[in-house]
């Protein structure tokens, strides 16, 4: 199905549909900072860990996730800790409080986290609760689910002593109003740079975590969830091999199942480069695909602490804290036409 048939086909026409924060095809360009390289590290025998990488331009939760890493703390504690410092960012529009709303006004956050145990919990469409990471480890933990939705989510929340409060900043505010003007559909590349946030770690034990979280599409359907609290597309972590998580139009990655597949052709041998790259293929390849209207990012890790990322748009990158150095990777990217 095409993108023009799957808006009409879920009444989406005339209705805007935008990934994240910033918008319009291809305009976010990196950091100054940023590196122009492609992220590949195959490299030596040389300690790797601990080593912590997420989407995106997300440095200061990188820093946090290593500060729990190098303080011996485990690679749960270390992604968990490290959204949570995005969800509390209200600058960025695309997870926690400040992420851009529903188009009927709603913030709705969809989150996940995954142990070293292939233990795993995740919150979808909760409402009200800034730091869905959490809640969603709180289902890991104590609950004998993986997920929870809705109001059942937010009530679990609450339970478990999570204040709620109103995430709709005036910023998000002003730009959902603005964008119900014209409420017109128009598929934005790039728009979730930088503040969605994936994140996976390796602690100094070797073992392997990950987690996930954002206010998924601005102006989405009431009721839309994306990939990112689906374990297996958003996020997939088998501490034999090595973990992935995605980042962008949630609906080409939940189709493709992409992180398990990720994760399960480094099984077969790939390096996390090259899985990465099949992922992508997997969505760029297919007849009718209509890539060139949406983007998907990957990053993995395997075991050993190489490192990929592949997307299928340019701009898309990775930050990447290891051998003592906080930083922000260009990533290689499909369409170079
Ligand atoms: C979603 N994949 O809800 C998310 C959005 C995202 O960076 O990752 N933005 O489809």
Not at 30 to 40: C, F, H, R
Not at 281 to 291: E, L, T
Request: glycine share 10%.
């Amino acid at each position: 199905m095409n993108r023009r048939k799957f808006i009409k086909n879920t009444a989406l026409t005339g209705a805007g549909l935008t990934i994240g924060k910033s918008l319009i095809g291809c305009a976010d360009k990196p950091a100054e900072d940023s590196k122009t390289a492609i992220v590949s590290s195959e490299s030596s025998s040389k300690a790797k860990l601990p080593l912590v990488i997420a989407t995106w331009h997300v440095k200061e939760a990188t820093a946090k996730a290593m500060e729990v890493l190098q303080a011996g703390g485990n690679a749960l504690d270390a992604v968990e800790e490290g959204c949570r410092v995005e969800e509390a960012n209200e600058k960025g529009q695309s997870v926690g409080k400040g992420g851009l709303p529903d188009r009927d006004g709603n913030v709705t956050l969809d989150a996940c986290i995954m142990d070293n145990y292939g233990n795993c919990g995740s919150v979808v469409y909760l409402q009200n609760i800034t730091h869905a990471v959490s809640v969603a480890r709180k289902v890991m933990e104590d609950t004998p689910h993986v997920m929870l939705a809705g109001e059942g989510a937010k009530q679990f929340a609450i339970s478990k002593g999570f204040e709620p409060e109103d995430l709709l900043t005036n910023a998000s505010k002003k730009a959902w109003k603005k964008w119900k003007i014209e409420a017109k559909y128009k598929p934005i590349i790039n728009i979730e740079n930088h503040d969605t946030i994936g994140m996976l770690a390796i602690d100094q034990n070797g073992d392997i975590s990950g987690a996930c979280t954002t206010s998924g599409l601005a102006y989405k359907m009431g009721g839309r969830v994306g990939d990112s609290p689906i374990i297996g597309s958003g996020l997939f972590v088998d501490n034999e091999i090595g973990a992935c998580v995605a980042t962008g139009l949630g609906e080409e990655v939940v189709k493709t199942v992409g992180s398990f597949l990720v994760v399960e052709l480094m099984r077969q041998g790939k390096s996390p480069q090259n899985a990465c790259e099949e992922a992508i293929s997997r969505i760029v390849n297919k007849p009718n695909s209509n890539y060139k209207d949406f983007q998907v990012g990957y990053i993995a890790v395997n075991k050993k602490g190489d490192i990929g990322s592949y997307s299928i748009h340019q701009w898309f990158s990775v930050t990447k804290f290891q051998y003592g150095v906080n930083e922000q990777i260009q990533s290689d990217y499909f369409n170079k036409a």
